[in-house]
């Protein structure tokens, strides 16, 4: 599975982006999907999960009432939708795909497959 992000970029405190992480190789239909972040000095961190079939989401708590994940598995995408970004939302954020297709929060050592990353910077 080839997992590619995108809509990363430079927003001010407040505002919104919408990331999305789209795949080829197999359907995302088979795997749970998770967001992680990763910040300058600091180790990845999950932000959100949802497992295959979409019915159950997990967040950390950081992110709750701010982020929403979701995925059309029709076109093999998932997304995290940001709002209300702070600056400790500037990170580097990575999706992966996991074949543990009914857990909704796992490790990122669970996880098989890695996009590249994508920024986002929040500025103050």
């Known amino acids: 599975v080839q997992l590619v992000e995108s809509g990363g970029g430079l927003v001010q405190a407040g505002g919104s982006l919408r990331l999305s992480c789209a795949a080829s190789?197999?359907?995302?239909?088979?795997?749970?999907m998770g967001w992680f972040r990763q910040a300058p000095g600091k180790e990845r961190e999950f932000v959100a999960g949802?497992?295959?079939?979409?019915?159950?989401?997990e967040y950390v708590d950081s992110v709750k009432g701010r982020f929403t994940i979701s995925r059309d598995n029709a076109k093999n995408t998932v997304y995290l939708q940001m709002n209300s970004l702070q600056p400790q939302d500037t990170a580097v954020y990575y999706c992966a795909a996991s074949g543990f297709r009914m857990v909704v929060y796992l490790p990122a050592r669970n996880y098989d497959y890695w996009g590249q990353g994508t920024q986002v910077t929040v500025s103050s």
């Open positions: 190789g197999r359907a995302l239909s088979s795997y749970t």
């Open positions: 949802i497992v295959a079939s979409g019915s159950r989401m």
